[in-house]
């Protein structure tokens, strides 16, 4: 028999082993050494608002942070297109890039072709025309002084106007007046000298009439370089519009990546621990079977108990297995009415052999009326085992631990669980971390176990997740009770 519940161990671990390996690429990821344009290595404070002219080459170096460089491939994307397949080397060469905004990705790959993490950097390319540049800026000023000219010279085409006018009905005054003989050459010569400025005028207007019709068809080109402008403004902010998006989309991955390894971590945490007390468990079945004289009914018992223990194990591992092949975070509760009783008698079945060994004596007081409680049966047993290991752990030679239950308010309809010994108590600065993950208190285990500091804080996660809560009574040289509360309904 014990041979078959260590070959199920061993099973359990190299399980695990060969998972873990199987899932090693997820943690590799890539980070930029160098970024040049040009000849020019650029700041790393540039990295994030990196931007290159037109027809600038951009060299990328990077390296990934595994081991397994010489195992490590490549794949790269531009603006979500494929660059290359199957890079090799740890630098990337861009040339002739177009204006606008790019999203370069490297993706790490082994040669079985498992990705890990992909490498992201955002950049833009732009074109510095001066004289672009000086249209766009003096566009506005001059469609306003085209409009102010437009009026300036309409006024003086009036005024030349009226002067014609003037003239003209001044030289049907002479006609019509009556005149000397003598006087007759001199209205000729002023009838000359009007006609040449009458032939003047007419050409001025005409010029002015030329130029208004250059400054009219200037003014069109302006409007239509103003609209060019408006149009690449349009498609900046489009484009910045879409840089943004994909930043929050970025942000949303990394928040599910970070919330995913937490969750990781306190599973494995949750996990190891929970395996640590079974594994015990059987090491006390064991010493029980090498050191006492029993009957065949108390080894049945034994063996019986063993069994179920290392079910526990196994069942544990295969969980773990599921969560890692699958990388989802730790199953959700699996509710049902279940009878609080039988999960305690459970557990004080597989701590009593723990119990004898320490020279504990294990007292239950359980109330017949309690009514069945919506549960995860498995988690609860869970928790409680935590609780009663505790007590028993840290528990002083031929002394007491209590397990009881009860129904605290009728109307609340509120179920209480509570473990109480008689060994050392908890100072105040213990009661303040009691059930912090990785707490150690100031009491010492009294038959020199290891404790993690997991038990309490896992107690507190399960009975949280209930609908529950955790509490703790204590005063140091006294003993302490840990308990818990669960909703009825």
């Given amino acids: 028999m014990n041979h078959k519940i260590s070959s199920k161990l061993i099973l359990t671990f190299l399980l695990l082993a060969d998972v873990h390996l199987a899932q090693s690429m997820d943690t590799v990821s890539i980070s930029i050494t160098e970024v040049k344009v040009g000849s020019s290595v650029v700041d790393r404070s540039e990295w994030k608002n990196l931007s290159l002219t037109l027809n600038a080459p951009l060299t990328i170096d990077f390296e990934p942070s595994s081991e397994m460089r010489g195992q490590i491939f490549y794949k790269v994307f531009l603006d979500g297109n494929l660059f290359s397949a199957n890079l090799k080397e740890n630098h990337v060469l861009l040339n002739e890039l177009v204006v606008g905004t790019h999203v370069l990705k490297i993706t790490p790959m082994n040669t079985s072709g498992v990705e890990g993490i992909p490498l992201l950097l955002s950049f833009s390319v732009i074109d510095e025309n001066p004289i672009e540049t000086k249209k766009t800026e003096s566009s506005n000023s001059n469609i306003s002084t085209i409009h102010s000219s437009d009026y300036i010279l309409g006024g003086l085409i009036l005024v030349q106007f009226i002067a014609i006018m003037f003239?003209?009905?001044?030289?049907?005054?002479?006609?019509?007046?009556?005149?000397?003989?003598?006087?007759?050459?001199?209205?000729?010569?002023?009838?000359?000298?009007?006609?040449?400025?009458?032939?003047?005028l007419k050409r001025k207007v005409t010029a002015l009439k030329d130029d208004l019709q250059i400054h009219q068809q200037t003014n069109e080109l302006l409007r239509d370089q103003l609209h060019e402008v408006n149009t690449n403004v349009q498609d900046l902010e489009r484009a910045n519009l879409h840089l943004i998006e994909q930043k929050e989309k970025l942000e949303q991955s990394k928040y599910k990546l970070e919330l995913l390894h937490s969750q990781k971590e306190e599973m494995f945490a949750m996990a190891i621990h929970d395996i640590k007390n079974p594994a015990s468990a059987i090491r006390g079945y064991i010493d029980l079977l090498n050191s006492f004289d029993l009957n065949a009914i108390e080894q049945q018992e034994i063996m019986l108990s063993l069994v179920s223990t290392s079910e526990d194990i196994v069942k544990m591992s295969q969980d773990m297995c599921s969560i890692l092949a699958k990388a989802?975070?730790?199953?959700?509760?699996?509710?049902?009415?279940?009878?609080?009783?039988?999960?305690?008698?459970?557990?004080?079945n597989q701590n009593s052999s723990y119990s004898k060994t320490k020279k504990v004596k294990l007292v239950k007081k359980i109330s017949s009326q309690l009514p069945e409680l919506n549960i995860d049966a498995e988690k609860i047993e869970e928790a409680l085992d935590n609780l009663l290991?505790?007590?028993?752990?840290?528990?002083?030679?031929d002394t007491i631990v209590e397990i009881s239950s009860y129904l605290k308010d009728e109307k609340k309809k509120t179920v209480v669980i509570a473990v109480r010994d008689t060994g050392v108590g908890l100072s105040e600065e213990d009661l303040r971390r009691s059930f912090q993950k990785g707490a150690t208190l100031s009491a010492k285990p009294t038959g020199l176990e290891q404790s993690s500091g997991l038990g309490l804080w896992i107690v507190k996660k399960i009975i949280e997740e209930h609908g529950g809560k955790v509490w703790v009574e204590s005063k140091l040289g006294f003993g302490s009770t840990f308990g818990f509360e669960l909703p009825v309904e």
């Fill in 167 to 200: 003239l003209i009905s001044r030289k049907k005054k002479s006609i019509a007046a009556p005149n000397p003989p003598t006087v007759s050459v001199k209205t000729n010569s002023g009838d000359d000298e009007l006609q040449q400025e009458v032939i003047a």
């Fill in 328 to 348: 989802m975070p730790e199953p959700t509760l699996n509710f049902k009415k279940h009878n609080i009783n039988n999960v305690i008698e459970t557990v004080l």
């Fill in 389 to 397: 290991n505790n007590a028993i752990k840290f528990a002083p030679q």
